[in-house]
């Protein structure tokens, strides 16, 4: 390259108006959803913005679109709730679509998601079954126990969403535990066999 092609090429960059200028592209776990959000300093000509997420971050789906400002000089804020989001490590970046088709992708970011599980006992003290109500697994399996009061495993099972029964008859009366993972902890809920 000369001198002259190095100065053209400069010139022409810094004269051309990029279509879309992100100032920040942030996501935050809230509850059970995933919040993002990210701001634009100008936009010309800008039509959408498509959200889009990924479980390896490499090939993504989209998960909802966000109207843009199309032209606009000024910041302008945007944001999207994910109301169902991986559980785990799910990655996020924005397809800006421009009214004439062309698109860019921000930049990948990830978030951890330690989706809490919830566990109901329906009805206790227990007599022949154990009803169960769980929320929140998202269709993962989700290891459950019950011990006695001294720590002896008497039971060990696998659920999901929804309602479990479970047969107690082989139990003895008494006061028992049954434990579950949430998250990073673990829940112990008591009940009574009678």
């Known amino acids: 390259y000369d001198n002259w092609s190095l100065t053209n090429t400069r010139t022409f960059l810094i004269g051309a108006a990029l279509p879309l200028t992100w100032l920040s592209f942030n996501a935050k776990a809230i509850n059970k959803n995933v919040e993002l959000d990210w701001v634009t300093a100008s936009e010309i000509n800008t039509d959408h913005c498509d959200l889009e997420r990924s479980t390896d971050g490499v090939h993504f789906s989209k998960i909802g679109t966000i109207a843009s400002s199309r032209n606009s000089s000024?910041?302008?804020?945007?944001?999207?709730?994910?109301?169902?989001?991986?559980?785990?490590?799910?990655?996020?970046?924005?397809k800006q679509v421009d009214i004439d088709g062309p698109f860019t992708h921000s930049i990948i970011i990830s978030v951890k998601m330690n989706n809490l599980v919830s566990v109901k006992i329906i009805g206790n003290p227990v007599h022949q079954n154990l009803h169960l109500e769980?929320?929140?697994?998202?269709?993962?399996?989700?290891?459950?126990?019950?011990?006695?009061?001294?720590?002896?495993?008497?039971?060990?099972?696998?659920?999901?969403?929804?309602?479990?029964?479970?047969?107690?008859?082989?139990?003895?009366?008494?006061?028992?535990?049954?434990?579950?993972?949430?998250?990073?902890?673990?829940?112990?809920?008591?009940?009574?066999?009678?």
């Open 134 to 194: 769980i929320s929140g697994a998202n269709g993962e399996v989700l290891p459950v126990w019950i011990i006695d009061a001294s720590g002896e495993k008497y039971k060990t099972f696998t659920t999901s969403d929804g309602s479990k029964q479970i047969n107690m008859e082989d139990l003895s009366s008494g006061m028992y535990y049954l434990l579950y993972q949430s998250g990073n902890s673990v829940v112990s809920i008591p009940f009574e066999k009678q």
């Open 74 to 94: 000024t910041e302008s804020d945007y944001t999207f709730t994910d109301d169902n989001p991986i559980n785990g490590i799910g990655y996020y970046r924005l």
